[in-house]
């Protein structure tokens, strides 16, 4: 679906980074559009991109007072979508309270009042001084509407996740400059899937960190934090189905909770990975029977023989086992590298598998058909949990008996491996999309197989959704396909990076994505004010 948009013009309305008297409303062009784009188009998600529910309204004109310069467009990471300035003193957070129009909010409330060190007071009457957090309209629940008048501001959202985006700019605004400037902000995310992804079964890292990486993302208005805790080298999370894959340092299923407890505070989901059919090595080490073996009786590393019904079992255990873990709308199901598929000549090597394939699926039916139904099988194991479920692209086969999932998401993070193909294809078959490009979103620790550290600067000038492989946009028609992306931490070489290194090499390479990922279009700063700003806020 190809994006539509539409000029709007009004008055005393000013985009991030620019003071004017022209309304100038921040479309969706996702190719990365002009710097002063004035079209509204529509996001992946179909819904309208306009920062709210309503249409863009003319504004009306600033007060005519002379007491007050007409206010500057909050600075904040991401840019605000459209600011409508105004004259005023703004609002300072000393000695109001917040208040909510509904209980619902009584979290975002909380977290807010202790930031700005003011009290907290409820559903109650605002007053001056006051933030009041209210829910109202209707539309992308993640929007809202800040506006600060007469020494108060007033945020209101349709849902609870639009209402703490808008508490985020107000701690911004606050923590850049002391004042949250007067006006009205409008906003909403470009992407519905704005994402962060760890990878802790290379690498352990401690519950503390994990959090504090989770509470800067939440204030950077991402909403999904990936977990990666089963792979060759290790598995890092308590199983009560099966304890003996479980690697020594690991975490606890209390510890998950805390972390998933506190991401669902700051409207982040925690999106588990258990890869499968292949980077199965820490199951394999605790079953050795399970492991692929070719003719020659040679091991396949990470790979279970998926002929084998106890292989199936093993993975379905972990899956229903760990669902209640994770209650989150998202699950990752893997599903690429699967090295059987490396050799020349999988039914030939591995017999067993051909014959498997042959007998479910009929006299054509190849390796590759069996491994993608290994996959569909795992999606109907997680079919009762009512997830919406991802793979990697080198999992989805061209041709073939069997097809992946019509459901699958297609997560995109390379054109290198076997079975990967170019994202048009994918697209073309109507596929919904999540970059990960690894050209520019993998961060991965020792920088081996040809892989590079990315920088924020290459992120925040080269990088838009559209780019999802390589440095090459795929055409904007496919805009609405493309659901986000998601900024990857992997840990290949372990001890290369410290926890403190890690945090420090990803710090603006995360702070561009999401501005990528929520403001459409050219962003408004240029890379060196960019980091000034990042630093001016703390962040």
């Given at each position: 679906m190809g994006t539509r948009s539409r000029s709007t013009v009004g008055a005393g309305v000013v985009t991030a980074g620019t003071v004017a008297l022209t309304m100038v409303l921040v479309g969706c062009a996702g190719d990365g559009g002009g710097a002063n784009a004035t079209r509204a188009g529509?996001?992946?998600?179909?819904?309208?991109?306009?920062?709210?529910?309503?249409?863009?309204?003319?504004?009306?004109?600033?007060?005519?007072?002379?007491?007050?310069a007409l206010s500057?467009?909050?600075?904040?990471?991401?840019?605000?979508?459209?600011?409508?300035?105004?004259r005023g003193t703004g609002w300072r957070p000393t000695g109001g309270r917040v208040v909510i129009g509904d209980a619902k909010l009584s979290d975002e409330g909380k977290l807010i009042a202790g930031e700005l060190k003011l009290k907290y007071a409820g559903k109650v009457r605002a007053g001056a001084g006051d933030v009041e957090l209210a829910l109202g309209g209707s539309g992308n629940p993640e929007s809202y509407t800040m506006a600060v008048k007469d020494g108060r501001v007033r945020i209101v959202g349709p849902g609870d996740a639009g209402v703490f985006y808008g508490t985020r700019t107000l701690k911004q605004e606050v923590h850049g400059?002391?004042?949250?400037?007067?006006?009205?902000?409008?906003?909403?995310?470009?992407?519905?899937?704005?994402?962060?992804?760890?990878?802790?079964?290379r690498k352990p890292f401690t519950v503390g960190w994990i959090k504090e990486q989770i509470r800067e993302i939440g204030d950077l208005k991402y909403n999904q934090f990936g977990l990666h805790f089963s792979d060759d080298q290790a598995f890092r999370i308590q199983s009560d189905s099966h304890p003996e894959i479980v690697s020594p340092d690991h975490l606890t299923k209390a510890q998950v909770r805390e972390i998933v407890s506190l991401a669902a505070e700051r409207h982040i989901t925690v999106i588990p990975e258990?890869?499968?059919?292949?980077?199965?090595?820490?199951?394999?080490?605790?079953?050795?029977?399970?492991?692929?073996?070719?003719?020659?009786?040679?091991?396949?590393?990470?790979?279970?023989?998926?002929?084998?019904?106890?292989?199936?079992?093993?993975?379905?255990?972990?899956?229903?086992?760990?669902?209640?873990?994770?209650?989150?709308?998202?699950w990752h199901l893997g599903g690429?590298?699967?090295?059987?598929?490396?050799?020349?000549?999988?039914?030939?090597?591995?017999?067993?598998?051909?014959?498997?394939?042959?007998?479910?699926?009929?006299?054509?039916?190849?390796?590759?058909?069996?491994?993608?139904?290994?996959?569909?099988?795992?999606?109907?194991?997680?079919?009762?949990?009512?997830?919406?479920?991802?793979?990697?692209?080198?999992?989805?086969?061209?041709?073939?008996?069997?097809?992946?999932?019509?459901?699958?998401?297609v997560a995109y993070w390379t054109g290198k491996e076997i079975g990967a193909r170019p994202p048009e294809e994918y697209l073309a078959e109507g596929r919904k999309m999540t970059n990960?490009?690894?050209?520019?979103?993998?961060?991965v620790l020792?920088?081996?197989?040809?892989?590079?550290?990315?920088?924020?600067?290459?992120?925040y000038e080269s990088w838009t959704p559209l780019v999802v492989r390589g440095t090459t946009p795929v055409p904007a028609k496919y805009d609405s396909q493309i659901l986000g992306g998601t900024f990857a931490v992997w840990c290949d070489l372990a001890n290369s990076q410290t926890q403190a290194q890690v945090a420090q090499g990803i710090r603006m390479p995360l702070r561009a994505t999401i501005q990528k990922l929520w403001y459409p279009g050219k962003p408004p700063l240029t890379w060196p004010q960019f980091v000034a700003l990042a630093n001016r806020l703390g962040s």
């Open positions: 529509r996001p992946s998600d179909g819904r309208s991109a306009s920062p709210t529910s309503d249409s863009a309204q003319t504004s009306a004109e600033p007060s005519p007072s002379k007491s007050y500057k467009t909050p600075q904040t990471i991401p840019s605000v979508r459209e600011h409508t300035a105004a400059g002391g004042t949250a400037p007067e006006g009205v902000v409008k906003d909403a995310p470009a992407k519905p899937q704005r994402g962060f992804m760890l990878d802790i079964a258990i890869d499968s059919p292949g980077h199965l090595g820490a199951v394999i080490a605790a079953h050795p029977e399970l492991q692929l073996r070719n003719t020659a009786g040679v091991a396949t590393r990470g790979a279970v023989d998926i002929s084998n019904p106890e292989s199936a079992k093993i993975v379905d255990d972990l899956l229903r086992e760990y669902a209640p873990l994770f209650p989150g709308a998202f690429d590298e699967y090295q059987a598929l490396t050799v020349k000549n999988p039914e030939a090597s591995f017999p067993q598998l051909a014959a498997a394939a042959q007998k479910k699926y009929g006299a054509n039916a190849t390796v590759e058909d069996l491994t993608t139904g290994w996959l569909n099988d795992r999606v109907a194991t997680m079919k009762p949990f009512n997830r919406s479920l991802k793979a990697w692209n080198d999992g989805f086969f061209r041709g073939g008996v069997v097809k992946a999932d019509k459901g699958l998401e990960y490009n690894d050209e520019f979103l993998y961060y020792g920088q081996p197989n040809d892989f590079v550290y990315p920088t924020g600067q290459r992120i």
